[in-house]
């Protein structure tokens, strides 16, 4: 059974620093791993989809990472910001029954302070 | 194009009341998923549904719970008889019709937040 974990489960940090959250799962067969970020009381905004062929991808200052064979995913933030405080979730998707069915982490709760 | 459409965004309800969220996926979009986000939890799987067939349901609990996905309009999650355990918020995502949904970047909606009194 596919599990998704994220570690730390909070972070703060001052304003520009550079950092890392970590993702892990359990079964390495996986499509895709998508990460996202959640505003308090909001809705999920799609920040970076890697598919299981590639090993990351870049969006501004944000970069993923995956691991498949370790089970890993990293998502690097550059230069962090106030306006990066929010809940960052990680999301595998297992190619069992077609694929359609994404597990998530708990996520990483982010404070960036100014 | 404007994106993923939940409503209502809050919706209160007395313990045996009935709560019904729609969700309008994105344009050209013919997939659509409902999660569940317990507080201070993450999202779980409910239901996969595509236009007028319910794809897989193993997220969703045996009673009380329904959606459908009908040929014209939203997609609809029923709760019937609700109780203080089902407050959470329901969030609804959509992906591209054709490719392989494995595959397809996933559109959530902003959610609805359902408080059972």
């Known amino acids: 059974k596919q599990e998704v974990t994220q570690i730390p489960a909070a972070l703060s940090v001052p304003e520009g620093e550079n950092l890392v959250l970590n993702c892990s799962f359990t079964?390495?067969?996986?499509?895709?791993l998508q990460w996202f970020r959640q505003d308090p009381g909001k809705g999920l905004t799609s920040l970076l989809l890697?598919?299981?062929?590639?090993r990351e991808q870049t969006s501004g200052r944000l970069n993923a990472s995956l691991d498949k064979s370790s089970g890993r995913s990293t998502l690097y933030i550059a230069a962090s910001q106030p306006g990066d405080s929010a809940t960052y979730l990680c999301?595998?998707?297992?190619?069992?029954?077609?694929?359609?069915?994404?597990?998530f982490g708990a996520g990483t709760r982010l404070f960036v302070k100014a | 194009n404007a994106g993923v459409m939940q409503n209502p965004r809050h919706l209160v309800r007395r313990r045996g009341q009935e709560a019904r969220l729609r969700c309008s996926p994105m344009k050209g979009h013919s997939h659509v998923y409902w999660y569940r986000q317990l507080p201070e939890e993450g999202l779980k799987f409910m239901v996969y549904?595509?236009?007028?067939?319910?794809?897989?349901e193993s997220g969703m609990p045996k009673e009380r719970f329904s959606a459908e996905f009908p040929k014209e309009g939203p997609s609809i999650l029923r709760i019937q008889q609700v109780v203080r355990g089902d407050s959470a918020a329901y969030f609804c995502a959509s992906s591209p019709t054709g490719g392989f949904p494995g595959a397809n970047v996933l559109t959530f909606g902003a959610g609805s937040r359902l408080t059972v009194l």
């Open positions: 890697i598919q299981s062929s590639q």
């Open positions: 999301a595998v998707r297992p190619p069992d029954t077609g694929g359609f069915k994404t597990i």
């Open positions: 079964d390495s067969a996986i499509y895709n």
């Open positions: 549904l595509q236009k007028e067939n319910i794809i897989d």
